[in-house]
T-cell receptor, first 115, second 113 residues
Framework: DTGVSQNPRHKITKRGQNVTFRCDPI?????LYWYRQTLGQGPEFLTY????????KSRLLSDRFSAERPKGSFSTLEIQRTEQGDSAMYLC?????????????FGPGTRLLVL | KQEVTQIPAALSVPEGENLVLNCSFT??????LQWFRQDPGKGLTSLLL?????REQTSGRLNASLDKSSGRSTLYIAASQPGDSATYLC????????????FGRGTSLIVHP
């Protein structure tokens, strides 16, 4: 399977715990995005990387959230001291920018439930 | 700040009908617009991407049009099938240099046999 993969697919945790999600993009894609989606809403942008550089972060990304893409390949999103409001689907997408054209390809998401 | 609205929020139709889903955006200075499909509990699948210089794109039974001046895009689905049941989302990327797409809340479509 050469699509975007995310692990784990589901995570249940207790409030206050730390969680880490992983995203493996399509291999030649240079951009990687993280989004959060709650029920009945469209995805909300969190952050994105161009290769290993984190170029933009949303105001939604509080100090408890951190993302890395150390070698310009896979990425991790960590949430520290989780809160119930963090419960959502976390989506990763990758893309390859060519000739000013860019199509994002999404992974299946990681569904987080904070108890 | 770009705002994207999708109407209707939900739609239930019998199989075989032709459908029009609407997406409107407040800032017409866009780079491109992309339509996605999302099945329950799953990620998004790209359907069509329209660059700002284009008026429409077609893929199979799907046709998406773009009217930047009026801030609108429509997704036309011909001869709908039960397998088309999903949520359809549009995302707009602004022309101002930010690569951040703004998504609408989606139209939830049910096509019943």
């Amino acid at each position: 399977d050469t699509g975007v993969s995310q692990n784990p697919r589901h995570k249940i945790t207790k409030r206050g715990q730390n969680v880490t999600f992983r995203c493996d993009p399509i291999s030649e894609h240079n951009r990687l995005y993280w989004y959060r989606q709650t029920l009945g809403q469209g995805p909300e942008f969190l952050t994105y990387f161009q290769n290993e550089a984190q170029l933009e972060k949303s105001r939604l990304l509080s100090d408890r959230f951190s993302a890395e893409r150390p070698k310009g390949s896979f990425s991790t999103l960590e949430i520290q001291r989780t809160e119930q409001g963090d419960s959502a689907m976390y989506l990763c997408a990758s893309s390859l920018v060519q000739w000013r054209s860019e199509t994002q390809y999404f992974g299946p998401g990681t569904r987080l439930l904070v108890l | 700040k770009q705002e994207v609205t999708q109407i209707p929020a939900a739609l239930s139709v019998p199989e075989g009908e032709n459908l029009v889903l609407n997406c409107s955006f407040t800032d017409s200075a866009i780079y491109n617009l992309q339509w996605f499909r999302q099945d329950p509990g799953k990620g998004l699948t790209s359907l069509l991407l329209i660059q700002s210089s284009q008026r429409e794109q077609t893929s199979g039974r799907l046709n998406a049009s773009l009217d930047k001046s009026s801030g609108r895009s429509t997704l036309y689905i011909a001869a709908s099938q039960p397998g088309d049941s999903a949520t359809y989302l549009c995302a707009v990327r602004d022309a101002g240099g930010s690569y951040i797409p703004t998504f609408g809340r989606g139209t939830s479509l049910i096509v019943h046999p």
